[in-house]
């Protein structure tokens, strides 16, 4: 018999990877969405603790969105209250941005609804507070939709017709991804 003309089968590992990266990618596949009920206020506040648990909380940026009155301010009290925020929790409503500082952790809450002008957006410096390291949690972040940098975690509340809060968490993430486990 001679020899063949086609060359002996070689491992290639090149191709392995690329195989493992896509598995990888396909297991990590984001955005990742969880819906919940939160039948009270009880039920909010367990779910603002739990979510202050996580250690990449501190650098998350959480979009939160609902109608007027949906729960998204009483969210933010209970998770700044399970933090370590003491004392009064203002809605940023007319300041547009209310800061706290907590050792180890700055934390600011953004209410976009009375925004106006996109040229505040430079004017008040949120570029930069959304470049540095922090908590960023935003009210209505879709009036500043195209300044604001991709939410890790984004956050949707509405009522039901039991006045029950209909919740639907949705990771952009692997930040958001981390604080939805």
Known sequence: MGES?????????????VAL???????????????LRWKNELATQLFAAQLARHPELGQ??????GDLGAGKT????????????????????YAVVEPYELPGLAIWHFDFYRFADPLE????????????????LAEWPE??????????????????LEADRLVSLTAHTSIGKALLT
Do not use: C
């Open 143 to 160: 009036r500043v939709a195209a300044l604001l940098p991709g939410a890790d975690l984004e956050i949707a509340i509405w009522t039901d």
């Open 60 to 65: 998350a940026f959480i979009a939160l969105r």
């Open 5 to 17: 003309k086609f060359p002996a089968p070689s491992l290639n590992l090149g191709n392995q990877l």
């Open 74 to 93: 009483t969210l933010v009290r209970h998770l700044l209250q399970a933090l370590g925020v003491t004392g009064r929790i203002k809605s940023p409503t």
């Open 21 to 35: 990266e896509l598995m990888n990618a396909v297991a990590s596949h984001l955005p990742i969405v969880k819906s």
């Open 121 to 136: 957006w430079e004017d008040a410096g949120f570029r930069d507070i959304f470049a540095s390291p922090g908590l960023k």
